[in-house]
């Protein structure tokens, strides 16, 4: 048996170890604003539910190790003392995985991860329109557990308010663990998912992707994308050039027929195709194909 002491190992080697071994772990997208008004949104995957009466959630966002920095939801939650936490499930992981990219201050990750905002009741922060349940929450506390890169802050959130889709709810209108279908995170790129086990997800780019705001209006707007498939599109980080997409369509006679097709949704299907199979950078390219190609 390989026995470790924390002590002699590094942050991102023990964090490895340790998010491998415990899990899984339910995943909370937490909803902020900062001081000017901008919504923020982020998951955290160190959450989970400590109490009925009070309704207490716990989500910890840690200390950055790269730089000891703190993330934007953690002073957002110190600042205002408010939260929406919004729950995950399988038709919202691409996207959710998407608002974990590190954009920048000010940077709406609502939009970039092509979530919609819904006004919350109670609390200033937004709800997730997506997620089939949602906690408006107030920050009681907010304990530390360190000062050193990888440490954790305990945020303790009381349920003021819940809405839940009733989508998601069985004849008895009690919570179906089928139909809200939710995921879990686990080590490296894998989560799990409550009725089919293990699946992975590319974690965002170290760079930024693009995001879905970025995607053309008649992809976002057509029904056979899906929250998911916006997700991988948002995620690339550069979209390919013209020239890489004439040589794309040059060389498939396949390609070149459904770009010919008068049905605009087949060059659409041919892209989902393509991100079923986690062609993104392909699924790209037909997109954005010219039917007059030469």
Not at 34 to 51: I, K
Not at 80 to 106: F, K, P
Not at 109 to 124: W, Y
Not at 148 to 173: F, P, Q, R, T
């Amino acid at each position: 048996m390989l026995t470790i002491d924390p002590k002699e190992l590094t942050t991102p080697q023990l964090h490895g170890y340790l998010q491998s071994a415990v899990g899984p772990r339910p995943i909370a997208l937490a909803s902020t604003i900062d001081a000017n008004g901008v919504p923020n949104l982020s998951p955290f995957s160190f959450f989970n539910l400590f109490s009925s009466n009070p309704p207490i959630l716990i989500f910890s966002p840690s200390r950055r190790v790269r730089d000891n920095t703190v993330k934007h939801t953690l002073l957002n939650a110190d600042l205002n003392r408010e939260v929406v936490i919004n729950v995950v499930n399988y038709n919202m992981v691409q996207q959710t995985s998407l608002s974990s990219t590190e954009y920048g201050l000010g940077v709406n990750e609502f939009e970039k991860a092509g979530f919609t905002m819904q006004p919350s009741d109670i609390v200033k922060p937004f709800r997730v329109k997506e997620a089939p349940v949602q906690f408006e929450c107030r920050v009681n506390d907010i304990i530390p557990l360190g000062a050193e890169g990888g440490a954790g802050n305990l945020v303790l959130c009381e349920v003021l308010k819940m809405h839940i889709d009733e989508s998601v709810l069985d004849a008895n209108g009690n919570i179906d663990q089928h139909k809200i279908d939710l995921v879990s995170r686990l080590g490296g790129n894998w989560y799990s998912r409550s009725a089919d086990g293990l699946f992975e997800v590319e974690k965002p780019l170290t760079t930024l992707g693009v995001g879905v705001d970025a995607i053309p209006k008649f992809v976002k707007e057509s029904k056979i994308f899906n929250g998911n498939d916006l997700g991988k599109l948002g995620n690339t980080q550069t979209l390919p050039t013209t020239e890489e997409i004439d040589i794309f369509v040059k060389q498939s006679f396949e390609v070149k027929g459904v770009l010919s097709a008068d049905d605009e949704d087949i060059k659409l299907q041919k892209a989902k195709e393509y991100l079923d199979a986690n062609r993104v950078n392909d699924a790209w390219k037909i997109l954005l194909a010219k039917k007059d190609f030469k």
